[in-house]
Structure formats: C-alpha cells, structure tokens
T-cell receptor, first 112, second 114 residues
Framework: QKEVEQNSGPLSVPEGAIASLNCTYS??????FFWYRQYSGKSPELIMSIYSNGDKEDGRFTAQLNKASQYVSLLIRDSQPSDSATYLCAVIGNNAGNMLTFGGGTRLMVKP | DTGVSQDPRHKITKRGQNVTFRCDPI?????LYWYRQTLGQGPEFLTYFQNEAQLEKSRLLSDRFSAERPKGSFSTLEIQRTEQGDSAMYLC????????????FGNGTRLTVT
C-alpha cells in the first residue's frame, strides 16, 4: 500500500462545475496535509494546507480533512479551464524534518 | 524575485558523465529539500538539510548521489556516472524549520541522460 494514494484520473469536468479530488493516507499520526497544483512541465505550487478536521475554504478552493477515515479532499468550485493541471496531495507524516510524502497526483481537465 | 531558484533548468548528458545542480532557497528558510519526479509520478524525497547539516537521506539516494549545503545557504546535488534511469526532474524546495511549515518549490532541473 502506498503511503499517499490518489486516483490518477484524468478527472474531466465542464467549466463552471465543482471538481472533487480525493486522497487517502496510511500514516495515522500524520498531522499536516497539503494540496499542490502542478502544470505540465512546471514545479508544484502550494494552493492549500489543512491541519484540523473539517473544512478550510480559500476562494474557490475548499480542503476537507477527516483524520478518522484518513482522507483529505479538495473541492474546486466554478472550475475554469485554467484549473486544468495535476493536483498533488502531500502529507507530513511521523518525521522531524517536515518531509512531504506525495501521492501520484490526479490530472484534472476542465472543458470549456 | 525571492523564490527558490534552480540552475540549470535543463541538462542533457551522456551516460557515465557527472552532473551538478544548484539550488538557492528562499533566504529566510533554513531547511532545504531535494526531490526527484519522473513522468506521471509525484515527487519523491531524496534528502534534506537544516542549515548546513544533512539530516536525512532516502534510500533512493544511491552512493552515486551526493548533496552539500556548505554554508547553510545554497545547495548542490551531484550525480556521478549518470545512468539513463537518472533521467527525471530534480526539484529543490525550502521551508522554515517550524513544524508543519509548507515547502516551496523551485522550477526544477530536468535531466536527460542519453
């Protein structure tokens, strides 16, 4: 079992719809969770962080965390073609160095 | 620009040659990380520094790989006797030392070994 798992996609949604991206993790003591966006050929860009159970909203993005079920999700409202990218879920597990463990990413395609 | 800077952006080398990459972190950050990413995969941790001390190395970091951060500022990653399997994007990131500080990535160095 991979430490952080994501559906590779592609996830295709029409413009204006809600895109829902999911991630599960195996390390129960993980405390910090991040979503990065990566455009093709570019480096990962941090878009959301979440540390507590529940929802965290930032503009069109909402991160959701459920530690009991060991999953974290990202909702993108009013999806735009410019949101088309790979979304990487990353977790800081039981380590002192803040090393991130990444999932394989979900490719999102927003169709006009 | 105060982001993480990596050089070169692209490197093409022949198998067996040595290559060296450089990373300049965000100046206020004292942690620096190296990751490797292959096509269709998420980034994989290689090693990290806190100031000049290299505190952890992944088992992915074979003895052909060496990283340094001599003055606690910029870092270099050297690959000796490159192999085709080393072809990947090498990403550098930096962060504050505080727990749960997010990592900020540079633009990466894409290595192609022919």
């Amino acid at each position: 079992q991979k430490e952080v798992e994501q559906n590779s996609g592609p996830l295709s949604v029409p413009e204006g719809a809600i895109a829902s991206l999911n991630c599960t993790y195996s390390d129960r003591v993980s405390q910090s969770f991040f979503w990065y966006r990566q455009y093709s050929g570019k480096s990962p860009e941090l878009i959301m962080s979440i540390y507590s159970n529940g929802d965290k909203e930032d503009g069109r993005f909402t991160a959701q965390l459920n530690k009991a079920s060991q999953y974290v999700s990202l909702l993108i409202r009013d999806s735009q073609p410019s949101d088309s990218a790979t979304y990487l879920c990353a977790v800081i597990g039981n380590n002192a160095g803040n090393m991130l463990t990444f999932g394989g990413g979900t490719r999102l395609m927003v169709k006009p | 620009d105060t982001g993480v800077s990596q050089d070169p952006r692209h490197k093409i080398t022949k198998r067996g040659q040595n290559v060296t990459f450089r990373c300049d972190p965000i100046s206020e950050h004292n942690r620096l990380y190296w990751y490797r990413q292959t096509l269709g995969q998420g980034p994989e941790f290689l090693t990290y520094f806190q100031n000049e001390a290299q505190l952890e190395k992944s088992r992915l970091l074979s003895d052909r790989f060496s990283a340094e951060r001599p003055k606690g500022s910029f870092s270099t990653l050297e690959i000796q006797r490159t192999e085709q399997g080393d072809s990947a994007m090498y990403l550098c990131a930096s962060s504050f030392w505080t727990a749960s500080s997010p990592l900020h990535f540079g633009n990466g160095t894409r290595l192609t070994v022919t």
